[in-house]
């Protein structure tokens, strides 16, 4: 599976194994722009598509907007779900940069949180969203 080739044949051990049945959204990545579960994904299947997983959001040692309001607003806990949810966030955001109360829920229904009640991590992704809109205008800090 695509996970596994992530994490063992490419060492990209962010991408998480968790249920390993499409259930819990760890393995979340983003390919060809949509959110994916690589554990459901044959590797053949990802042959030539762009792949994106956690790795790949920060530049340099400047984390991307989301990780850094995942940060501030302590939407991480044990961390185990983090990078699924900061790409199905990024998914959405990538889609509509404005997203309502309902469609961030929605985006990020795949992923399971046992740590923060999901409060904290639905107000990350509203300020991930400003500050991305912010980014792209230029008139962000990045």
Request: hydrophobic letters at 35%; aromatic letters at 4%.
């Amino acid at each position: 599976m695509l996970l596994d080739f992530l994490r063992e044949g490419l060492g990209l051990t962010g991408t998480k194994k968790g249920c390993e049945e499409g259930e819990c959204g760890a393995c979340t990545i983003l390919m060809n722009g949509k959110a994916v579960l690589s554990c459901l994904i044959p590797v053949f299947k990802a042959d030539g598509a762009g792949i994106l997983t956690v790795e790949g959001m920060a530049k340099g040692d400047r984390l991307h907007p989301l990780q850094q309001s995942f940060w501030e607003q302590g939407a991480v806990q044990c961390g185990y779900c983090t990078p699924g949810m900061l790409l199905s966030a990024k998914a959405l955001l990538d889609e509509k940069p404005e997203p309502s109360l309902e469609e961030i829920k929605k985006a990020i229904s795949g992923n399971l949180c046992r740590c923060t009640g999901y409060g904290s991590i639905v107000r990350a992704i509203q300020v991930g969203a400003e500050k991305m809109r912010l980014k792209k205008e230029g008139t962000g800090n990045d």
